[in-house]
């Protein structure tokens, strides 16, 4: 069911007034007052007369109130923000509620990005350090290849290839299989594909099988490591840059890339997610083998080429199991023994948690977990709230 179709349903426990906190969240406040946090601009009354009406600041009483018989939450806001004489006393929007705490999502917005595979082909390449060092730290010079129209004193982003995201067909023979579900593993700048996986700094995974061609990749993810700058321009397309500052040693392999601004708007509203796809999949978990809770992001496996954006909020599910009532049909039971199929049964999906989009690339999303009541695993299905 989207989110436009749902009703607004108040929290059995909410209360007529809310004083807004320091350290509070959007989300938070949004679940003080309702049953699905995500339908909040449903019920948000934005004042015109205040500045910054879409933006709530500790110290804000927030009223419950009807209008035309609807529920809204209207702001009462104690500290001026009009010019009431010589000076004006002006709101720091930094200091302004954040949607999700922005600490717990920050090293996913400054330092992860996702390629296509125009771009990885594409990308400037460390070929080789000086003296032939296999790892370079700080002021150590490294040259790169297919580095195009660069000039001295340009500094770039050195990145390290960390994750190829695929859509993978489950059945064998893969080639004619119409089942499909979402993996990713670990990758190198030399390699289309790898046949081991590795545990990384942002995501834990645990993958055991090998890949192969002709699956749908949905991106490369790069992490950003350090900064290098253009100490001499080559002519032979080999620039030399010298190592700025880097968080861990520089090897060949790693790319080269424009600098990424950092431009992320942490005040924007949750709502419910419209985009529908039977086969949207967790396909990576942040510091967790098998399960993720609360506060803990995830990738998905659809992204802006599907109309996913920021502040999507989508419900994740555990996949149907599959297994022998061995209640009715006990190992032993003949009459399953030609036909096994009949002692099987399907277990329905079921309910893990709540999810909020909070970056966006063409095909990967990255979204925190806001609640739940089971940890959410790898493969589990994403859908509408």
């Known amino acids: 069911m989207s989110a436009q179709a749902q009703e607004v349903e108040l929290n059995p426990a909410h209360p007529d007034t809310y004083v807004v906190q320091k350290g509070d969240t959007l989300w938070d406040i949004s679940a003080v007052f309702l049953q699905s946090p995500w339908l909040w601009p449903e019920i948000w009354h934005a004042n015109p007369q205040i500045e910054n009406p879409h933006l709530i600041y500790p110290g804000d009483q927030l009223n419950l109130v009807y209008l ?72 150590d010079l490294v040259y790169v290849r297919n580095l195009k129209n660069a ?34 593993i670990d990758w190198h700048k030399s390699s289309d594909h790898t046949t081991s996986a590795v545990l990384s700094r942002f995501w834990k ?46 090897k060949k392999g790693d790319l080269i890339l424009p600098l990424d601004d950092f431009n992320f708007d942490p005040y924007f509203m949750p709502k419910g997610a419209t985009v529908n796809d039977d086969n949207i999949r967790v396909v990576a ?10 506060r803990q992001v995830i ?4 992204g802006s080429a599907q109309g996913v954006s920021v502040g999507d909020v989508f419900s994740v599910y555990s996949p149907e199991r599959t297994i022998r009532d061995d209640v009715m049909h006990p190992k032993e039971d003949l009459k399953t023994l030609f036909k096994p199929s009949k002692a099987m049964v399907t277990l329905p999906m079921e309910y893990a948690g709540h999810i909020m989009v909070f970056k966006t690339f063409e095909n990967i999303s990255y979204a925190i977990i806001t609640e739940g009541n089971r940890p959410i695993k790898m493969y589990d299905y994403v859908k509408l709230p």
């Open 68 to 139: 035309n018989g609807q529920p809204a939450i209207t702001v009462n806001r104690a500290h001026p923000t009009v010019k009431l004489g010589p000076q004006v006393r002006e709101l720091d929007k930094n200091k302004a509620v954040e949607t999700i705490p922005l600490k717990d999502i920050e090293p996913f917005l400054r330092k992860l990005r996702i390629l296509n595979k125009e771009d990885i082909d594409l990308a400037p390449y460390v070929v080789a350090a000086e003296e032939d060092r296999n790892v370079s730290a700080t002021s």
């Open 299 to 302: 990738a998905i496996s659809n």
């Open 205 to 250: 995974k645990y993958i055991d099988r090998t890949y192969w061609e002709n699956v749908k990749i949905l991106g490369y993810e790069v992490a950003d490591t350090g900064v290098a700058e253009v100490v001499r321009v080559g002519t032979d397309d080999i620039n030399t840059l010298r190592i700025i500052e880097v968080d861990t040693e520089v």
């Open 285 to 294: 978990l942040n510091n967790a083998l098998f399960g993720s809770g609360r």
């Open 151 to 184: 000039r001295q004193g340009d500094r770039l982003a050195i990145v390290r290839p960390t994750v190829i995201y695929r859509e993978v067909p489950t059945d064998y023979p893969w080639e004619t299989s119409k089942t499909h579900e979402i993996e990713s």
